[in-house]
């Protein structure tokens, strides 16, 4: 088990499609985020979940983004209706998380979303 | 989210240290001080984080104002792998990292 995992690298879909984004954390990691990261701007922070459930998605733009995780490992970010401006790099992070503990992210490559 | 202030872009030259600034005069007590950077097309990595006391590892230094409203990470030996943008990130926590615009730093060979 390498690092953080996403799938696919590079998505291209039409306007109005929907989308399903992959995210395979580091084992054993309790904390996994989802960023999206434009050309020339930082990482944009969308939503955290620890386990199963989302304990802030307060960056969710709208009601069309989605994301779960189920069984508290793998996650997928689901996009209705794509506009072209959902076009982004869009991360995944790990990390360990817990009462007192602070460590680092992990971060996967991204997949490249192109709504044309 | 406490917010930090960093120079746009920076430039040094291979094999010179590097001294990133960066200015966090809301910080609290309880806020940690990250830094991550993020190679050309890669996902952003973890640098280096401290709290009060200067902190060292193997890929760099923090060096944290007495009053820490300011920090400086500290690339000993630049090397031009070391182009990247450059993150500090206020965290307390579990809280999200909540990134700025960061520092572009430019190697020179």
Redesign the interface.
């Known amino acids: 088990g390498a690092g953080v995992s996403q799938t696919p690298s590079n998505k291209v879909t039409e306007k109005g499609k929907y989308v399903e984004l992959r995210c395979d954390p580091i084992s054993g990691h309790t904390a996994l985020y989802w960023y999206r990261q434009s050309l020339g701007q930082g990482p944009e922070f969308l939503i955290y979940f620890q386990g199963t459930g989302a304990a802030d998605d307060s960056g969710l733009p709208n009601d069309r983004f989605f994301a779960v995780r189920p069984e508290g490992s793998v996650s997928t970010l689901k996009i209705q209706r794509t506009e072209r401006g959902d076009s982004a790099v869009y991360l995944c992070a790990s990390s360990l998380e817990g009462a007192g503990r602070l460590t680092e992210a992990f971060f996967g490559q991204g997949t490249r979303l192109t709504v044309v | 989210d406490a917010k930090t202030t960093q120079p746009n872009s920076m430039e040094s030259n291979e094999e010179e240290p590097v001294h990133l600034p960066c200015n966090h005069s809301t910080i609290s007590g309880t806020d940690?001080i990250h830094w991550?950077r993020q190679l050309p097309?890669?996902?952003?990595?973890?640098v280096i984080?401290g709290l009060t006391s200067n902190v060292n590892n193997r890929m760099a230094s923090l060096a944290i104002a007495e009053d820490r409203k300011s920090s400086t990470l500290i690339l000993h030996r630049a090397t031009l792998r070391d182009a990247a943008?450059y993150?500090c990130i206020l965290?307390w926590?579990?809280?999200?990292?909540?990134?700025?615009?960061?520092t572009r730093l430019t190697i020179n060979p």
């Open positions: 940690y991550y097309s890669q996902g952003p990595e973890y984080h943008v993150y965290r926590g579990a809280q999200k990292l909540v990134f700025g615009q960061g």
